[in-house]
């Protein structure tokens, strides 16, 4: 199951008396090539991101700043993430449900990814999820 190879991603963290400094390398920081990297923001706090997966697509999921949830589901088991803190990072393997909720007022959701933008990647239905998920096992 995906669902069992989501993970947190510990990043690195240099201590500064000047401030903080987190950073990512491409395969160095996330088990896949970075393609892509789009961030979400604005979202009015408490609010829900409608959820979907990918059929190929890997995933980091960083909270630059605020917080919020990510709810992961594999059709069968869920399991919710919760992300405050800028030097962890969440893997999201191809095929796993993801919702993310529970925003905080002012968060940054920073996403990392494996393929560039493809609508054809994308599964918006759980059901059809389900359906797809239950074939590979």
């Not at 919710?80 to 969440?90: N, T, V």
Request: charged share 25%.
């Amino acid at each position: 199951m995906a669902l069992n190879k989501a993970k947190i991603i510990e990043l690195p963290k240099i201590c500064d008396r000047r401030g903080n400094l987190s950073f990512i390398q491409n395969q160095t920081h996330v088990p896949f090539d970075i393609a892509r990297v789009y961030w979400i923001y604005d979202v009015p706090g408490g609010q829900y991101r409608d959820g979907h997966a990918f059929r190929s697509q890997h995933e980091l999921i960083v909270a630059l700043s605020g917080s919020f949830d990510v709810v992961l589901k594999d059709g069968n088991e869920t399991k919710r993430f919760h992300m405050s803190r800028s030097y962890y990072g969440l893997y999201v393997p191809p095929l796993t449900w993801r919702e993310i909720d529970n925003f905080s007022t002012n968060s940054v959701a920073l996403v990392l990814s494996s393929t560039t933008y493809n609508e054809n990647d994308y599964i918006r239905d759980f059901n059809e999820f389900k359906a797809i998920s239950n074939e590979q096992e």
